[in-house]
């Protein structure tokens, strides 16, 4: 059993969702329902704006403040985007890479994916990176074949050491936000192929020390059978995310 070497990470991705004064309120509103949990890191990735405001809620709390991505220049003529050296002097470590939804709505490639990867952990952050199948792969059968390219596409050229601080997170694109879960079965496998994909790239050490969290409708009432599988090792949550007393319950279940 390798689940008890790993450290288990349960993060809110809040996608656009609050402003800073709503932020602020719910920060204020879970800090001390989450206080004194330690059997998990807690992370809430915030739109760019809100971050600050939350930070400041969350200020000597177990509560860590993330971003939702990161553009994979160092700097220049970018309109609109947000360089690690930025988020770093804001006093953020974590980093959402490769969303689906970004994939999805904003043209996002593993290309583009590993570039921002790269940039952010040259940088110092912890990236979490997001990688799923869709309805369609999981239908014909090819699930495994997607993870792992995508696992090999988008840590192209990040080296053994640096994978210290890289979190991934199984997102099987058809339980996003659709009410419906992968079973418990179908998460511990499919994180278990990307720890295969991740082993045949930097061996198995580093495969069983690496963080894979499964997300994708995660909730205050499946949290516990999915985050008690030997390959999932956390969660990232959307909708779940937002209600103070949802999340806690899943905090909760990754143990106090
Ligand atoms: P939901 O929990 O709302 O399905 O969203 C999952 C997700 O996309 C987390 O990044």
Same mark, same amino acid.
């Given at each position: 059993m390798n689940k008890?070497?790993?450290?288990?990470?349960i993060?809110? @991705?809040?996608?656009?969702?609050?402003?800073?004064?709503?932020?602020?309120?719910? =920060?204020r509103e879970i800090k001390p329902m989450l &206080?004194?949990?330690?059997? #998990?890191?807690? %992370?809430?990735?915030?739109p760019y704006v809100t971050i600050a405001a939350a930070q400041k809620a969350a200020e000597g709390s177990n509560i860590n403040i993330g971003a939702e991505n990161v553009h994979f220049a160092e700097k220049g003529a970018y309109t609109g985007e947000v360089s690690a050296a930025m988020l770093k002097e804001c006093g953020v470590q974590y980093v959402i *890479?490769?969303?689906?939804?970004?994939?999805? $709505?904003?043209?996002? !490639?593993? &290309? !583009? %994916?590993?570039?921002?990867?790269?940039?952010? +952990?040259?940088?110092?952050?912890?990236? =979490?990176? #997001?990688?799923?199948? %869709?309805?369609e792969q999981r239908l014909s059968g090819i699930t495994r074949e997607v993870v792992s390219m995508q696992t090999k596409l988008d840590l192209e050229g990040v080296t053994a050491e640096q994978m210290k601080n890289v *979190?991934?997170? $199984?997102?099987p694109v058809w339980a996003i936000g659709t009410g419906l879960t992968a !079973?418990?079965?179908?998460?511990?496998?499919?994180?278990?192929? =990307?720890?295969? &994909? +991740?082993?045949? *790239? $930097?061996?198995?050490?580093i495969a069983d020390g690496t963080t894979i969290q499964y997300?994708?409708?995660? @909730?205050?009432?499946?949290?516990?059978? +999915?985050?008690?599988?030997?390959? %999932?090792?956390?969660? +990232? =949550?959307?909708?779940?995310?937002l209600v103070p007393e949802k999340f806690k319950v899943i905090v909760e279940a990754a143990g106090n």
């Open positions: 008890a070497k790993r450290k288990v990470v993060a809110g @991705n809040w996608k656009m969702n609050f402003t800073p004064s709503e932020a602020d309120k719910f =920060i &206080a004194g949990k330690s059997g #998990c890191e807690i %992370v809430f990735c915030a *890479i490769g969303h689906s939804e970004r994939r999805q $709505y904003f043209a996002e !490639t593993d &290309a !583009t %994916v590993n570039a921002r990867v790269k940039a952010a +952990l040259a940088a110092g952050m912890t990236v =979490i990176l #997001c990688l799923g199948e %869709v309805k *979190i991934i997170a $199984y997102e !079973t418990p079965e179908q998460a511990d496998e499919t994180c278990g192929q =990307i720890r295969d &994909a +991740l082993a045949e *790239i $930097y061996g198995r050490e997300g994708g409708s995660m @909730n205050e009432k499946n949290a516990a059978e +999915l985050l008690a599988k030997e390959n %999932v090792d956390g969660g +990232l =949550i959307g909708g779940a995310s």
